[in-house]
T-cell receptor, first 115, second 116 residues
Framework: ETGVTQSPTHLIKTRGQQVTLRCSSQ?????VSWYQQALGQGPQFIFQ???????GRGNFPPRFSGLQFPNYSSELNVNALELDDSALYLC??????????????FGPGTRLTVL | AQSVTQLGSHVSVSEGALVLLRCNYS??????LFWYVQYPNQGLQLLLK??????LVKGINGFEAEFKKSETSFHLTKPSAHMSDAAEYFC??????????????FGSGTQLTVLP
């Protein structure tokens, strides 16, 4: 069984640029969630995709957007990068069943640095 | 809205000593609670989860946590610390965001150091 994978591992961008991060969900999972983890903090929920539709969003501006594909992989896009966007971006997949008890399995993350 | 507070951003224990990491939650509905561990430069690994089946939950690597509704707590323990337990630990509660998504709300984490 393949776990959650993310690419790239590290990324350096400059302020104002755009970035795309990618995530492949665990086999059999149809739900993908994205989290931002700033240095020294816990992860914060950005949004979740279920069967290619966004079905929930945290307190992040519209320049954070995403996609989910028919194979349930996902992208996170961030436009007009700001210095505060520097963080570890984590993708988590889940089976979409069992509601609140549905366990989310995390990938290794993408470290984004904005200069 | 749900929230989680982890008391103590840094905890140090000697190898072989008891590990106790504290987590208190706030939730208007019966909570579902999780502990995750994060090793340096890695993602989060699930240690254990509480889903109302039993108040004492056993997880991987010898960790366990007890749900205490009266204290709104879900503290993580391990009887004997090992050097490999050194990592950052996050407590999280599952709740709803806008829409129907079940999001995890995390505490700020506790860095565990194990001294030889």
């Amino acid at each position: 069984e393949t776990g959650v994978t993310q690419s790239p591992t590290h990324l350096i961008k400059t302020r104002g640029q755009q970035v795309t991060l990618r995530c492949s969900s665990q086999s059999g999972h149809n739900t993908v969630s994205w989290y931002q983890q700033a240095l020294g903090q816990g992860p914060q929920f950005i949004f979740q995709y279920y069967r290619e539709e966004e079905n929930g969003r945290g307190n992040f501006p519209p320049r954070f957007s995403g996609l989910q594909f028919p194979n349930y992989s996902s992208e996170l896009n961030v436009n007009a990068l700001e210095l505060d966007d520097s963080a570890l971006y984590l993708c988590a997949s889940s089976s979409g069943l069992a509601g609140a008890t549905d366990t989310q399995y995390f990938g290794p993350g993408t470290r984004l640095t904005v200069l | 809205a749900q929230s989680v507070t982890q008391l103590g951003s840094h905890v140090s224990v000697s190898e072989g000593a008891l590990v106790l990491l504290r987590c208190n939650y706030s939730s208007s509905v019966p909570p579902y609670l999780f502990w995750y561990v994060q090793y340096p430069n890695q993602g989060l690994q699930l240690l254990l989860k509480y889903t109302s089946a039993a108040t004492l939950v056993k997880g991987i690597n010898g960790f366990e946590a007890e749900f205490k509704k009266s204290e709104t707590s879900f503290h993580l323990t391990k009887p004997s610390a090992h050097m490999s337990d050194a990592a950052e630990y996050f407590c999280a509660v599952s709740g709803t965001s806008s829409g129907s998504a079940r999001q995890l709300t995390f505490g700020s984490g506790t860095q565990l150091t194990v001294l030889p």
